[in-house]
């Protein structure tokens, strides 16, 4: 059995943390509490918490650290590339690719060694490009999605020849068996209020243009008419949508809110709005939602691949939303439906076993 691994991670974008930071640390731990040896090599070292996974790692390797000017050319990345292919070099331990922006390296380097290697997906790559293409206007950033899908469709058949895929969802455009593991995450405390919540949330890392889009469509379509205090909140959101929020009197935005603020918002809400319009999310923030929150209200999207969608109340178009929020707001959350989740989350494994999966895999 490997007890040494290699894991490869790269964010592409500076703008917020992605939802696969999340799985990718919490991956780490688990792999750490059964006996692994982890080295990462972490592209971009500013944009990941890496002081949260100091201590799980024996050693931590950073490339293409972000210059003053804020890009990197194409020459460093290819040195930075090279030099991360000698350091694995050095030993014939597996390789976790963590992500599809870290894969997608694979796909621009012939050989790697005569190894294991294993990529970690948490989202259908083409199918969630597709998805952000048809929630942006027109233009040049439309374009560029559909472009951009194009591409990962070319890449995702060629990283199928190269590696073991192990994601999180199934996935689509493929007719091979992908290996699934669900989202690891932070083991959380459940919390239960009796009585109701004093408002509707809708939460989420609002500088992602999916994540904006689902804030403005509730508040353009759903909250326009029903006037139940509705309260937006999330990291880095545009000043127009800070604007639209408190147009009316019973709508507004909490802008990057701390840890702390985040979870009071969750507990004092009586109804947690999650709709989707590009079929994949991270479920980080849903386990939050499910152990400290009462009722979640998603449409059909969201629904998509989710292991809990069974705890989610479901409408789809805004007047349908509307009737639901009038109904749930004055149902009390019980007891009873506290217990179910709890167990239910229980049965749906720690995540020891899923890190018990993934070395299973490695080791095939």
């Known amino acids: 059995m490997a007890d040494h691994i290699h894991i490869i991670y790269k964010k592409a974008s500076h703008t917020s943390i992605s939802g696969n930071q999340s799985d990718l640390i919490h991956m780490i731990k688990a ?13 971009y070292p500013e944009r990941i918490q890496i002081a949260l996974i100091k201590g799980d790692c024996q050693k931590i390797e950073t490339y293409a650290h972000q210059p003053p000017s804020g890009k990197i050319s194409n020459s460093i990345q290819k040195a930075e590339i090279k030099r991360l292919r000698n350091n694995l070099m050095e030993d014939d331990a597996p390789i976790v690719f963590h992500g599809y922006q870290s ?21 259908d790559e083409p199918t969630y490009l597709q998805n952000l293409a048809k929630v942006t206007p027109w233009g040049p950033l439309k374009l560029r999605y559909w472009i951009e899908s194009a591409l990962a469709i070319k890449k995702f058949k060629i990283l199928l020849q190269k590696a073991k895929i192990v994601s999180s969802i199934e996935l689509e455009n493929t007719e091979t068996k992908i290996n699934l593991i669900p989202e690891f995450k932070e083991e959380l405390q459940s919390f239960f209020k009796e009585g109701n919540g004093s408002f509707c949330l809708y939460y989420g890392d609002l500088s992602k243009r999916e994540n904006e889009y689902s804030a403005r469509w509730l508040l353009e379509h759903v909250f326009n008419n029903l006037e139940i205090p509705f309260v937006i909140a999330g990291n880095n959101p545009a000043e127009s949508l800070e604007q639209a929020a408190h147009v009316r009197m019973h709508t507004c935005l909490v802008s990057n809110p701390s840890e702390q603020e985040m979870s009071e918002l969750i507990k004092k809400a009586q109804i947690v709005l999650m709709p989707s319009f590009i079929d994949q999310q991270s479920q980080d923030n849903v386990l939050k939602f499910l152990l400290w929150g009462r009722h979640i209200l998603v449409n059909n999207k969201a629904t998509h691949e989710s292991p809990f969608a069974k705890w989610f109340a479901v409408a789809e178009t805004p007047e349908l939303f509307a009737e639901k929020i009038e109904l749930l707001f004055s149902s009390p959350f019980t007891e009873k439906e506290k217990n179910s989740r709890l167990e239910g989350l229980i049965q749906m494994g720690t995540e020891e076993s899923k890190a018990l999966q993934l070395i299973s895999l490695l080791n095939r």
């Open 31 to 43: 792999l750490k509490k059964i006996g692994q040896t982890i080295h990462l090599h972490c592209f």
């Open 103 to 123: 894969a997608s390296m694979l796909v621009d380097v012939n050989e790697w060694g005569a190894r294991t290697i294993l990529i970690r997906l948490l989202r």
